[in-house]
């Protein structure tokens, strides 16, 4: 199985930061990475696919880059609706893994 | 607009099996492959497997001794089981699509059902 590591784990910032997150696997997955935000009781919604796509209907502050092993997430300028845990997740191979999460809390 | 909706039992008695069905509403369940994706309370999330609208199945190694996915396109549902549970199998469960192509990602979600394994 590919592993992700994600981080940090959690993170406080406070509205109007730039915010970056790491995701990091455990072999080449060209750009076969995608992020969702998930917030408390609801499913995961995707923002990024295939590590740099922005997904329709997500705002421009979220952004995605690399490929390989190496990938970010950054908000560019943090909204309050933005606190709740991120997530990426591999599509390169089965069985299709996620990041333990990051966290996003308000400082 | 298309929307997934778990339903099942919310509460199962160890050894016993798990059954969950998702429907799919405002669309056809063709040309799509359907998954199953689980998160135990505070916990992350973890691909159990999926069903392709013709009948094709992957699951994840970890459970696949013990899952089984199905789908009836005449209804327009999927359906997961999973036999044998523990506590360990204690989780909200989502359905959600998977577009098709090479550069994918689950683009549909349900709203998750708690499924509690308890005696």
């Known amino acids: 199985d590919i592993q992700l590591t994600q981080s940090p784990s959690s993170l406080s910032a406070s509205v109007g930061d730039r915010v970056t997150i790491t995701c990091r696997a455990s072999?080449?997955?060209?750009?076969?990475l995608n992020w969702y935000q998930q917030k408390p009781g609801k499913a995961p919604k995707v923002l990024i696919y295939a590590a740099s796509n922005l997904q329709s209907g997500v705002p421009s502050r979220f952004s995605g880059s690399g490929s390989g092993t190496d990938f970010t997430l950054t908000i560019s300028s943090l909204q309050p609706e933005d606190f709740a845990t991120y997530y990426c997740q591999q599509t390169y191979s089965a069985p299709y893994t996620f990041g333990q999460g990051t966290e996003l809390e308000i400082k | 607009q298309v929307q997934l909706q778990e339903s099942g039992p919310g509460l199962v008695k160890p050894s016993e099996t798990l059954s969950l069905t998702c429907t799919v509403s405002g669309g056809s369940i063709s040309n799509y492959y359907w998954n199953w994706i689980r998160q135990p309370p505070g916990k992350g999330l973890e691909w159990i497997g999926y069903?392709?609208?013709?009948?094709?199945?992957n699951y994840n190694p970890s459970l696949k001794s013990r899952v089984t996915i199905s789908v009836d396109t005449s209804k327009n549902q999927f359906s997961l089981k999973l036999s044998s549970v523990t506590a360990a199998d204690t989780a909200v469960y989502y359905c959600?699509?998977?577009?098709?192509?090479?550069?994918?990602?689950?683009?549909?979600w349900g709203r998750g059902t708690l499924v509690t394994v308890s005696s």
């Open positions: 072999q080449s997955i060209s750009s076969y």
């Open positions: 959600a699509r998977r577009l098709t192509g090479d550069y994918w990602h689950f683009d549909l």
């Open positions: 069903i392709y609208y013709s009948g094709s199945t």
